[in-house]
């Protein structure tokens, strides 16, 4: 596969993961205008809420089948376009069955696409020889801080939700259709017969546990920062209105600075080291927000956990990767359900401490669990499955 290919290959792949940013982002944050648009009550709202994830992880493991059978990128290549269209028919409709409907189908198809995402990712880092995943994580990041702000204009203007997703889905669709064609998947993928990535029974999970626990762990604390932010400061630390939408947008700024310049520490210092640094970090930061005195230092606290937390989830996808060489998208399948797991559990742990004992009590958990991560931090250590003769570029640190 020529430089070239590879080039074209990661930028495409790159603006896949800006387009599900900018899409995950303009859906999660005008959840109270769905809520309102469909008179969707506040006892069947965490119904609502929780169904998405639950269907995205259905969307993973029946993924795990399909590429057994089909490439990666075919399915991205498809997914993508479905999600869009599935944001628009939630903005489009006025039936509680037609919400119901639309986040069916957008739960189904953001875990295929998630998946095959993070296959193509990995199957690139694999390529390269060295870490890119970070990259498009960053990417993500970026196509979120980007949706959040187009939410919060549609909001600001009182546009309705049809008014604010139309224009994101007519600039996005064809765009994400049109670089779909530059899909590439790393060399040694393309070299596995049909028959061998239809493999399951290759991946251990025994082996691919402690993985599954990071990427659990690290999505509790980051649905703990998404949904108990704006609340603990306005509440637990006396902010003011405004000043309580500034932590989650620090937040998502950070993610972006991490991942960013991640990959650059992923090769001088290896992804153990990192996972450890990011581990530590994002402790720190619960430790600093359940005792902070004001909501400066409380955003402090979460300036230290977006750039602690931004590094591991890529990290975890990169390694599962480099565990199971010969069933890579089987085991990033799995993994990817763990992602929906800890999105599920995180939220409502959180607000079930804080109603039952204090919501500064409450961050002590979210910063054990990630201190727990520490533990695993050996999973991610490059010696177990290199890339093999001759694949590997020299003077690089390879992470997946």
Request: proline share 4%; with cysteine.
């Amino acid at each position: 596969m020529t430089d070239a290919r590879l080039r074209h290959g990661r930028a495409s792949l790159a603006l896949s993961f800006f387009v599900q940013g900018v899409t995950f982002a303009l859906l999660v944050t005008r959840i109270p205008a769905i809520q309102d648009r469909y008179g969707i009550s506040d006892g069947l709202l965490p119904v609502f809420l929780a169904a998405v994830p639950i269907l995205a992880g259905v969307g993973s493991v029946v993924t795990e089948k399909v590429v057994a059978r089909v490439r990666p990128r075919v399915v991205l290549r498809w997914a993508q376009p479905l999600v869009l269209l599935a944001l628009l028919g939630v903005g489009a409709g006025s039936e509680v069955w037609e919400a119901a409907l639309a986040l069916g189908v957008f739960g189904l198809s953001v875990g295929a696409l998630d998946a095959s995402m993070n296959m193509m990712g990995v199957s690139l880092q694999r390529a390269y020889g060295r870490s890119i995943m970070l990259g498009f994580h960053a990417a993500y990041s970026l196509g979120g801080i980007a949706g959040a702000s187009m939410a919060w204009a549609g909001a600001h203007w009182d546009l309705s939700l049809l008014v604010s997703y139309f224009p994101a889905v007519v600039v996005l669709l064809p765009v994400a259709f049109i670089g779909s064609r530059w899909y590439v998947e790393g060399k040694q993928e393309e070299q596995l017969q049909g028959a061998e990535r239809g493999k399951t029974g290759s991946v251990s999970f025994r082996l691919l546990m402690p993985l599954c626990l990071v990427m659990c762990f690290a999505y509790i604390g980051d649905s703990t920062v998404s949904n108990w932010s704006a609340k603990y400061l306005q509440d637990v630390l006396g902010s003011s209105e405004q000043l309580s939408t500034v932590p989650y947008n620090v937040y998502m700024v950070t993610t972006l600075l991490g991942r960013a310049v991640g990959d650059l520490g992923v090769r001088r210092f290896g992804a153990v080291a990192v996972v450890r640094s990011g581990s530590v970090l994002a402790a720190a930061g619960f430790g600093v927000v359940a005792v902070a005195g004001g909501a400066w230092v409380g955003m402090l606290g979460f300036t230290m956990l977006g750039l602690g937390l931004c590094v591991i989830v890529p990290q975890t996808f990169a390694a599962a990767g480099r565990m199971f060489p010969g069933a890579s998208d089987s085991a990033i399948a799995r993994l990817n359900i763990f992602n929906y797991v800890g999105f599920l559990v995180g939220s409502p742990l959180v607000g079930a401490l804080g109603d039952a004992w204090s919501y500064r009590g409450a961050m002590l958990v979210p910063m054990v669990l990630v201190l727990a991560m520490l533990v695993y931090a050996k999973s991610f250590g490059a010696e177990p499955a290199r890339y093999g003769g001759g694949h590997e570029r020299p003077r690089t640190v390879d992470v997946g």
